[in-house]
């Protein structure tokens, strides 16, 4: 459902009960649905509404007229995928309690994907006392969707195995992330815009060791990222890390201990630097990194050379092609018959 004009939200409303098997509900830039209720139809709870004065009523059919669109309880079961893009105005909101059932997203009991972007105010009824969506989540995908200060509210969707989190506010702390990672099957990580997420890393939270599921990250707090603590986590489970600049803006190198951070990450297959804009030069120690097989550095102009103490020797692809310094294009050509893949232009 995509651009729909009018009163969309009754329209969506009186449409979706005639869809029993409904498995995914995609509505984009729908400006007039303001508000979404979930597991409640108004005009089909005639045991609800003989409990409702008139004024309740009264209210009730306003909500309807001002862009609500109702979830009804038949999608817990089966809509297994939900996308809400580029509306602006619309917040999900908390069901009348007169009505049995109704609830936040928590109880679709199938959904599998949800992605929600470009709805900043999607969570501004929120009270974050309690979980926001279902465990059954596999992926999950919020982009300017603001509120949240830490993972909290995610705390439950153990089966979810990818999380992007993009543009969510700058206050965003990666609180509980760690259990997710230690107790559930969390392997994709991808978190843009908030520039101190890591800041909110708690060292040690347990007694005993505790081992990371996360395979790939992506991120553009790379000074909170690469810390001790947090690189000890993920070494023995992270293959492949990028390292967006934008969170680190003015950075020139990076501090020894950051360095030595990230060389934690022993098990690290790919590394890729983005939008460096004022890095001179790569963290030293790249070659104690004996599993990378491939490194990419992307518009970071300033970089004139590779790191003094060399690269790993079993790289296999290095690539710098979208670099203008020719400075440093020059040396990687120099590196053609020791490293399989070079592209440089």
């Known amino acids: ?200 890393w708690v060292p040690n939270p347990w007694r005993e060791p505790v081992s990371s599921t996360l395979q790939e990250l992506c991120t553009d707090d790379a000074r909170g990222l690469l810390s001790a603590p947090i690189c000890s986590f993920l070494s023995s489970s992270l293959t492949k890390l990028e390292l967006g600049g934008i969170g680190s803006e003015g950075m020139k190198r990076f501090s020894k201990k950051q360095e030595a951070a990230l060389q934690l990450l022993s098990s690290l297959q790919q590394l890729k630097f983005l939008c460096f804009h004022s890095l001179q030069q790569l963290p030293a120690g790249l070659h104690k990194l004996t599993s990378l097989d491939k490194l990419l550095l992307r518009f970071c102009p300033a970089v004139s050379s590779l790191p003094n103490d060399g690269l790993p020797d079993d790289l296999v692809e290095l690539d710098v092609s979208r670099c203008c310094n020719a400075e440093l294009k020059e040396q990687c050509r120099g590196l053609e018959e020791t490293i399989l893949y070079v592209k440089i232009d």
């Open 1 to 200: 459902m995509w651009e729909l004009n009018g009163n969309s939200g009754k329209e969506l409303t009186d449409l979706i009960p005639h869809l029993p098997n409904l498995s995914k509900l995609d509505i984009r830039f729908c400006k007039n649905i303001k508000h979404l209720v979930v597991g409640v139809d108004l005009r089909h709870t005639t045991s609800a509404e003989s409990e409702m004065d008139e004024d309740e009523i009264r209210a009730a059919e306003e909500e309807e007229d001002e862009g609500v669109l109702l979830f009804p309880a038949h999608l817990f079961d089966s809509l297994q995928e939900l996308v809400i893009c580029e509306s602006q105005e619309l917040v999900l909101v908390d069901p009348p309690t007169l009505v049995p059932g109704g609830g936040w997203l928590e109880t679709f009991r199938s959904l599998q994907r949800l992605r929600i972007e470009g709805t900043p105010r999607f969570l501004s009824a929120f009270s974050f006392s309690h979980h926001i969506f279902p465990s059954s989540l596999r992926f999950l995908k919020l982009a300017d969707v603001k509120g949240m200060e830490t993972l909290e509210p995610l705390s439950n969707l153990f089966s979810l195995t990818r999380l992007e989190l993009w543009y969510c506010g700058e206050d965003l702390k990666c609180h509980s992330l760690q259990f997710l990672l230690a107790c559930g099957r969390l392997k994709e990580l991808q978190v843009i815009g908030s520039h101190r997420f890591f800041a909110g």
